[in-house]
């Protein structure tokens, strides 16, 4: 039989390697401190303290309070072959077919993870809302994301890895202002190169939900996932291999108040109502009218 050569470790190699390089939640989140089974433990470290000295000493112990998530999510993959051992000899085969199915499960996890993100911010981080969101332009896209980072320097939440996710259409906009480059170069992961507003990493991802930028810390959410089992088969009814694995994966909010949404619609500099500036002639006292457009 072709399945008998099956080498699991090797699909699993490649789905991983492929998974790991175009997934967003990766890069933008804390990694559990361990993994047991289904289980997926992470560790917060205690608030420190600091103390008048009065000529004597206590001391505190460090502690960390794990935080347990369970892989709530779950996806399969299953496809046929006309034979696995073939497959598995020419590796421009298999890399096409891991990377596409692993593509199609980094969007899912993003998805996810995303949701989750938005769903834990704090009350009181967010600016606009579901019912009434702000117009983004060309023009005030930038200002409306340092805010979002003003939001995060007001909880305390420190300086490095402050990440900012947009999507594409927020991305054009603010290519279009002198303050950020007119040519953006977006990596592999996401992340928009050498761009960063008010701290912040500027990321691009297509994953967000509709009309949402969100701003966080890298210790705001927790992220895992595992390909938990691949195995291959003979088909019954087909005259072919079948291969089928599973991968389980979740995200955690760990921080609320280290996550700030900006809830918006897109707009155009031409949706900016126009201002009536009057002009004064002091020689002759006619006062002329001028419409321009709005900031």
């Known amino acids: 039989m072709a399945v008998d050569n099956f080498k699991p470790t090797l699909w699993e190699g490649a789905l991983i390697a492929n998974f790991h390089s175009v997934s967003k939640a990766d890069a933008l989140s804390t990694k559990p401190s361990d993994i047991k089974g289904k289980t997926v433990t992470f560790n917060r470290v205690g608030a420190g303290q600091v103390k008048d000295y009065t000529g004597t000493i206590s001391w505190d112990s460090i502690a960390t309070t794990p935080i347990e998530m369970t892989f709530d999510k779950k996806k399969y993959f299953a496809f046929s072959l006309d034979d696995c051992d073939k497959v598995q000899l020419k590796a421009d085969v298999m890399a096409v077919t891991t990377a596409e199915h692993a593509a199609v499960l980094a969007e899912t996890y993003d998805t996810d993870f995303f949701t989750t993100l938005i769903a834990g911010v704090k009350a009181g981080n967010s600016i606009g809302s579901t019912s009434n969101k702000k117009q983004l332009t060309p023009r005030n896209a930038y200002d409306y994301i340092v805010d979002l980072g003003t939001v995060l320097a007001n909880n305390k939440v420190p300086s490095k890895d402050r990440f900012v996710t947009v999507s594409a259409d927020v991305l054009g906009l603010l290519s279009k202002d002198p303050r950020f480059t007119s040519n953006p170069n977006v990596l592999e992961n ?63 909010v760990l921080r609320e108040e280290a996550i700030a949404v900006l809830h918006y619609t897109v707009g155009t500099i031409d949706d900016i109502p126009a201002t009536k500036v009057e002009i004064t002639n002091t020689t002759s006292n006619p006062v002329n009218t001028k419409e321009v457009t709005g900031v």
């Open 190 to 252: 996401g992340v928009v190169e050498g761009q960063r507003i008010n701290g912040m990493q500027v990321v691009q991802s297509q994953e967000l939900p509709v009309n949402k930028i969100v701003a966080h810390h890298k210790s705001a959410i927790g992220a895992a996932k595992q390909i938990d089992e691949v195995e291959a088969m003979r088909l019954q009814s087909a005259f072919a291999d079948g291969i089928r694995g599973l991968c389980m994966y979740g995200s955690k």
